[in-house]
T-cell receptor, first 116, second 113 residues
Framework: GAVVSQHPSWVICKSGTSVKIECRSL??????MFWYRQFPKQSLMLMAT?????????EQGVEKDKFLINHASLTLSTLTVTSAHPEDSSFYIC????????????FGDGTRLSIL | GNSVTQMEGPVTLSEEAFLTINCTYT??????LFWYVQYPGEGLQLLLK???ADDKGSNKGFEATYRKETTSFHLEKGSVQVSDSAVYFC????????????WGLGTSLAVNP
């Protein structure tokens, strides 16, 4: 149980392109979803927290107009990297949580984004 | 504020060796504690968790005990395998309804045959 599917797993695109990453909870309803960015050999950096039906809460230093997050339903959240540039190349990971505060986050397999 | 400190890696062991990865935390109240594992090229998987003092989380031969008196949650395994090679992250979630996780920097483990 508690499967999170993230798509695509790998994307390569030209500079200036907008890229959308989907995060789906397959067998549970995710009241909260998280988006992380991970640089090589580093820990996860939380970008934003999204609750279904409300605006995402962005961490300090994360550009909300650059990284658009939509949490339209209890099973789907999307991250759109707008007008991507090479410095946006990274590993993006989503997670989903449900239930009480003691419940863990369940992670997708990540999306490797490479901007040429 | 809340924080998690993990031992620095990389850790290199031979197969069947004993593993300890130290994790200590700073938090108010009674946080929940987690260990996540990230295999090469993959996302994170929950390995084990503990939600109150003296709880022991266990999974796949790994164990960690929530020690309030030493504010620690060290990860142990009695006999590691090559397939355990991965990056291990200790994480904390503070008490209350805030679901945000506070992460350690991760410890890379390489197990040689």
């Amino acid at each position: 149980g508690a499967v999170v599917s993230q798509h695509p797993s790998w994307v390569i695109c030209k500079s200036g392109t907008s890229v959308k990453i989907e995060c789906r909870s397959l067998d549970f309803q995710a009241t909260t979803m998280f988006w992380y960015r991970q640089f090589p050999k580093q820990s996860l950096m939380l970008m934003a927290t999204s609750n279904e039906g409300s605006k995402a809460t962005y961490e300090q230093g994360v550009e909300k107009d650059k990284f658009l997050i939509n949490h339209a339903s209890l099973t789907l959240s999307t991250l759109t990297v707008t007008s991507a540039h090479p410095e946006d190349s990274s590993f993006y990971i989503c997670s989903a949580a449900t239930g009480g505060a003691g419940q863990p986050q369940h992670f997708g397999d990540g999306t490797r984004l490479s901007i040429l | 504020g809340n924080s998690v400190t993990q031992m620095e890696g990389p850790v290199t062991l031979s197969e069947e060796a004993f593993l300890t990865i130290n994790c200590t935390y700073t938090a108010t109240g009674y946080p929940s504690l987690f260990w996540y594992v990230q295999y090469p090229g993959e996302g994170l998987q929950l390995l084990l968790k503990a939600t109150k003092a003296d709880d022991k989380g266990s999974n796949k031969g790994f164990e960690a005990t929530y020690r309030k008196e030493t504010t620690s949650f060290h990860l142990e395994k009695g006999s590691v395998q090559v397939s355990d090679s991965a990056v291990y992250f200790c994480a904390l979630k503070s008490a209350g309804n805030n679901r945000k996780l506070i992460w350690g920097l991760g410890t890379s483990l390489a197990v040689n045959p």
